[in-house]
């Protein structure tokens, strides 16, 4: 995963983003030389996004689960 300055991203952001859709890959941006945020494409935000909606529907259905089997004895 590549790193670079805000101002490195900011100075050309057009190809940063370009470079980022095109590879499918984060870029760290820095501040004093310390990660502070991540740019991703829209495709991998999506799919990050439908999996922690898919974990929590999970974590919340076994929870139901659980909570009727133990209703239950």
Do not use: N
């Amino acid at each position: 995963m590549r790193s670079m300055s805000i101002s490195e991203a900011a100075a050309d952001l057009d190809s940063v983003v370009d470079a980022v859709v095109a590879e499918h890959e984060p870029v760290w941006l820095t501040r004093d030389g310390r990660r502070v945020a991540g740019l991703i494409s829209i495709e991998t935000y999506e799919q990050l996004l439908a999996a922690a909606e898919a974990l929590e529907r999970r974590q919340r259905d076994l929870g139901e689960g659980s909570a009727s089997s133990g209703s239950e004895q």
